[in-house]
């Protein structure tokens, strides 16, 4: 069988003997990863060395390896080779090693210069998985400083080859048109229908309608598994065939080869089947156009799962996979004006997963993240977030990798459950966290709704490995155990099914999760408090919430409150190894006294506290101006006297712009209390010592000596009136003119209004009746003289016949009291 991509190896091997990074686009089928390697491995530059090329999956890694064995006639383990996490199939012969992304990046921590291999070919690189960024990042490096004879080959369905080319500096790019027999596309609205039904209901009809195998796009294992079921109720003319990645190779390997009963296939399957793999004999496909993401959020440090709509190119990647062998038909459940809002491509990994992986690699690699070319930079936050856990962790001091984070590095998992299985001292602590560890990386094996204790899980599963019969998942089980194996092989440990207290599971938890310690909130209620500030909860009526703390292995973010999916109970005592003392002062706002203890936390939880009685001194009034800062001036003496002063000085700020009178507004003054306020807090401890401080003469203290000998007499606390009196003005803090409410019978005589601020601001009157009463109110006591005050006058005599009203107030007297008419 002639492949199309044959047609172009000439010049690909034309462009890698000239150029050290090459890019390769080919659609699916049109046998880049079966071919495109055989074809290279004579080739001079090549010198006899290996080629390594990178699969983003263990199932396309080893069936990749297999059928290029096929292809030479041989085995797995001759020429052609493959290596996954826990199983290796390689020789000495070896000359093709197919492997998994994250295997090259540990080839190249033991080996920076990867001797005897000539070519690293990405494979499905329009994946943009984090391990295939990081190893190109890596190979690149490799090649600047140790390797420049070293050749990258970028093989891709679909791929924007202008982009990556400049971003690999313009590196060229070979595309191959393949082979792709039409394909017939058809929009089918689901409706209301869920993604199952919908799902269901359109392959019972393709069955009836048209020939050939179907294969059947779905987000997970969970909707594969409810779709079967349907279809298996109604009993369908065709063996229905689940394929996801956590099945055992076997049952992976019968969805992607013929029936050798040559019954018809229904194909089930997650985005696994988009790329790299080819599935015999489809003619029909059908899309639910879902896909499962992992997400990460760095604020909460959690990756979680998404069920999100795919984006244009997979939607025509799984299209073409009904055209491979002839013209086909595909499905898709959403309606066409749909299809045209479609993201247009994936996001690259890097900008949404969990980066402490990557991190950990680069502390490792010795070189930090900014020193790499990158085909995207990874974010800054995520990058932050993943190093402050690698800190708590251990893996890395003064930004240099410790030997634990080498020895964590060298474990085939996530640094979290690196670090657990590692703290694990006993041998049967040691098989615990192996199984710990196992159950964290596969699949729950219970049910949903089944509660979130994973002691439960544990117990499970030792009671299925002995031989018991048990409720659960026995596929997710068989996984379970495969891992638990790995590491029990990797830790030289004998399988023992011993007794363990639920205690010691949240102990071991620690380790991988120092930030998810929780505490109830409630006695016996479902919510908790984390160390990292965020609150869960449990699933209702969960026996967890007997237990006042936890350890949350998994939880998602949630938008207010997190949901709690995997804990186990962890006894106080075991946190304390992990606790920090932390000095604490307040203050008590109901009290209004200054309270200082010691807490003894992890993260935001306190453990335990006791009172002290010495403070240091610089905390102390720290603590005081911030509570000033939340209580503002009625922490202090704060009466008619003290706003004056205040209002006298923000007056003279208003009238006189240009000379340097302070801002001692309410809002200002909290905001510089450390500045001001501070000195005056020597002897302060409670409410009462507020109260006794001189305010007038702090605020006053804030002026420059010049001004304060001027505060007097530009904004005087009183003025004098023709009767003798010392009438207090009133300021506003908003620079309007002092207000004076004086009697009529005081200002007889007075002929213009009185002025402060050097004549320039003109005093606004309340001019009062003998009791007290407003009678008018100006700014221009002259018209007043002139004009309004016979009509006052008049009234006047009426309501107050005992005092003397002269006609002429010009040259009246002054009178404080009754002047008795003459």
Request: glycine share 6%; proline share 6%.
């Amino acid at each position: 069988m002639q492949f199309p991509v044959e047609e172009v190896v000439p010049e690909l091997k034309l462009r890698l003997q000239q150029s050290p990074i090459v890019i390769l686009q080919a659609p699916p089928g049109a046998g880049k990863s079966t071919i495109v390697p055989l074809r290279l491995l004579k080739e001079p530059w090549l010198a006899g060395n290996k080629i390594i090329m990178l699969q983003p999956r263990r199932l396309a890694a080893r069936s990749v390896a297999i059928r290029l064995a096929q292809l030479l006639d041989e085995q797995p383990g001759e020429t052609v080779g493959y290596r996954v996490r826990f199983d290796n199939v390689v020789g000495k012969n070896t000359r093709i090693e197919v492997v998994t992304e994250g295997i090259l990046t540990r080839m190249l921590q033991s080996d920076n210069a990867l001797e005897n291999v000539g070519l690293v070919i990405f494979d499905e690189f329009h994946e943009r998985s984090l391990h295939a960024d990081l190893a190109l990042a890596l190979c690149r490096q490799t090649q600047q400083w140790l390797r420049p004879d070293l050749r990258l080959l970028i093989m891709s369905a679909t791929l924007d080859g202008e982009k990556i080319s400049a971003a690999l500096g313009n590196a060229p790019a070979v595309t191959s048109a393949g082979r792709q027999f039409p394909v017939t596309i058809r929009y089918e609205a689901a409706g209301d229908d869920s993604i199952v039904l919908a799902t269901s209901r359109m392959v019972k009809k393709a069955l009836k309608e048209h020939p050939g195998d179907l294969l059947v796009f779905l987000p997970g294992a969970g909707e594969i598994r409810r779709v079967q079921e349907l279809l298996e109720a109604d009993s369908p003319a065709a063996i229905i065939l689940p394929l996801y990645g956590d099945l055992p190779f076997q049952k992976q390997q019968q969805a992607i080869l013929p029936d050798p009963s040559g019954r018809r296939k229904i194909v089930l399957s997650t985005s696994l089947a988009e790329t790299s793999l080819t599935i015999e004999g489809i003619a029909i496909v059908i899309d639910s156009g879902y896909a499962r993401v992992p997400r990460f959020d760095p604020r909460s440090g959690l990756t979680r799962l998404e069920t999100v709509r795919v984006t244009r190119d997979a939607a025509d990647q799984r299209a073409g996979r009904a055209g491979r062998l002839g013209p086909g038909i595909c499905y898709r459940l959403w309606p066409k004006a749909t299809h045209t809002h479609l993201a247009d491509a994936r996001q690259p990994e890097i900008l949404e997963a969990d980066l402490a992986p990557l991190m950990l690699e680069l502390f490792s690699w010795g070189a930090s993240y900014q020193e790499l070319n990158w085909i995207t930079n990874p974010p800054a936050g995520a990058v932050s977030q993943a190093t402050d856990l690698l800190k708590v962790l251990g893996a890395i001091h003064l930004n240099k990798i410790t030997e634990r984070g080498k020895e964590m590095l060298r474990l085939p998992t996530h640094p979290r459950l690196a670090h657990l299985l590692l703290q694990a001292d006993s041998r049967m602590e040691k098989l615990l966290a192996s199984d710990i560890a196992a159950l964290l990386e596969e699949r729950d094996p219970f049910p949903k709704e089944s509660g979130a204790d994973l002691t439960l899980r544990i117990e499970l599963l030792r009671r299925w490995r002995a031989g018991e019969r048990v409720s659960a998942d026995h596929g997710a089980l068989e996984r379970i155990e495969r891992n638990a194996a790995a590491w029990r092989r990797i830790f030289k440990l004998e399988v023992d099914n011993g007794l363990f207290a639920d205690e010691q599971v949240g102990k071991l938890l620690l380790e991988a999760y120092p930030e998810r310690i929780a505490r109830q909130i409630d006695k016996l209620g479902l919510r908790y408090k984390l160390a990292n500030g965020r609150t869960a909860k449990l699933p209702d009526h969960d026996a967890l919430a007997q237990k006042l703390w936890l350890v949350v292995a998994e939880m998602d973010a949630g938008s207010k409150e997190g949901k709690i999916f995997l804990a186990a109970p962890v006894h106080e005592s075991d946190l304390m190894p992990l606790a920090t003392e932390r000095q604490s002062v307040e203050w008590d706002h109901a009290r209004g006294v200054l309270s200082a203890k010691v807490d003894r936390q992890v993260g935001g939880l306190v453990l335990s506290s006791r009172p002290i009685a010495a403070v240091d001194a610089s905390l102390r009034i720290a603590t005081l101006c911030a509570a000033f800062r939340d209580t503002g001036f009625s922490l202090l003496n704060w009466e008619e006297e003290q706003q004056q002063v205040m209002a006298r000085l923000l007056s003279l700020r208003a009238w006189r712009p240009t000379e340097p009178w302070p801002d001692v507004s309410e809002d200002a003054l909290r905001g510089t209390a450390e500045t001001w306020l501070a000195p005056y807090l020597v002897d302060v401890y409670k409410r009462a010592d507020f109260e006794r401080l001189d305010v007038p003469a702090m605020l006053m203290s804030l002026l420059p000596g010049t001004l304060r000998q001027k505060f007097q007499t530009l904004a005087p606390e009183k003025l004098a009136v023709p009767s003798g009196s010392m009438i207090r003005l009133g300021y506003a803090a908003t620079g309007e003119p002092p207000v004076m409410q004086v009697r009529l019978q005081e200002v007889f005589g007075l002929l213009e209004t009185p002025t402060v601020n050097e004549g320039r601001t003109k005093v606004m009157l309340h001019l009062l009746s003998p009791g007290y009463k407003p009678v008018q109110v100006t700014q221009d006591l002259k018209s007043f003289w002139t004009t309004t005050y016979h009509e006052v006058r008049k009234e006047l005599r009426m309501r107050y016949p005992r005092h003397h009203w002269p006609e002429d107030p010009w040259t009246a007297e002054a009178v404080r009291g009754v002047k008795r008419k003459s």
